[in-house]
């Protein structure tokens, strides 16, 4: 399995203000996922991050406000913008293995925004 | 509908019981299909995958997969209190991305 190392691992904000999340991998992986778990609820899919190219965003998320890059094979950046209380979450990424298609998660990045 | 749907719990059992967690999903062409473990503050851990039908198992864990029901369950055998957590369903899309259900959590009481 892949070890997925993201940074910060948590952090609180104030309003308005934006917050990068790393996510480094310890292997060539083929897809990269970001995740966000709100309180007391499962994980939601945000986007597919693209090596090289544009993510592609689930339905009521939008670049403007989550922006993505992934600019090699083993990296990816989201960056969570003006934030506000209801972006308090934790942000996930996650790798899938190239043989067994398997996901595996970092250790989450809790934001907490006031 | 939702795409993928558990039983959010809690589901109580005693140790050693036999614990069984149920997930339904709606996509029929799904192919693969997981179980995650996560404690509370912590990321998910994946601990089962299943790709064709019948039963796979691994050491006290036993996934079951019927795609014509589409339906999947894991069975944790001799339940022991440190598998107390909220197990997650997750099944692929034909895009690949692993969409999850809301999770059941689970109690063993010693």
């Known amino acids: 399995s892949a070890v997925i190392s993201q940074k910060p691992s948590r952090d609180i904000c104030q309003r308005g203000t934006s917050l990068t999340i790393q996510c480094q991998v310890d292997?060539?992986?083929?897809?990269m996922f970001w995740y966000r778990q709100q309180p007391g609820q499962s994980l939601t899919l945000i986007a597919t991050a693209n090596q090289g190219s544009e993510a592609t965003y689930e339905s009521g998320f939008v670049i403007d406000k989550f922006p993505i890059s992934r600019p090699n094979l083993t990296f990816s950046t989201l960056t969570v913008s003006n934030m506000s209380p209801e972006d308090s979450s934790i942000y996930l990424c996650?790798?899938?293995?190239?043989?067994?298609?398997?996901?595996?998660f970092g250790e989450g990045s809790r934001l907490t925004v006031l | 509908q939702k795409e993928v749907e558990q039983n959010s719990g809690p589901l109580s059992v005693p140790e050693g019981a036999i614990a069984s967690l149920n997930c339904t999903y709606s996509?029929?062409?799904?192919?693969?299909f997981f179980w995650y473990r996560q404690y509370s503050g912590k990321s998910p851990e994946l601990i089962m995958s299943i790709y064709s039908n019948g039963d796979k198992e691994d050491g006290r864990f036993t996934a079951q997969l019927n795609k014509a029901s589409q339906y999947v369950s894991l069975l944790i055998r001799d339940s022991q209190p440190s598998d107390s957590a909220t197990y997650l369903c997750a099944v692929t899309r034909n895009t690949g991305k692993l969409i999850f259900g809301q999770g059941t959590t689970l109690q063993v009481k010693p």
């Open positions: 292997s060539q992986v083929t897809m």
């Open positions: 996650s790798a899938k293995g190239q043989n067994t298609g398997e996901l595996f």
């Open positions: 996509d029929r062409v799904s192919q693969s």
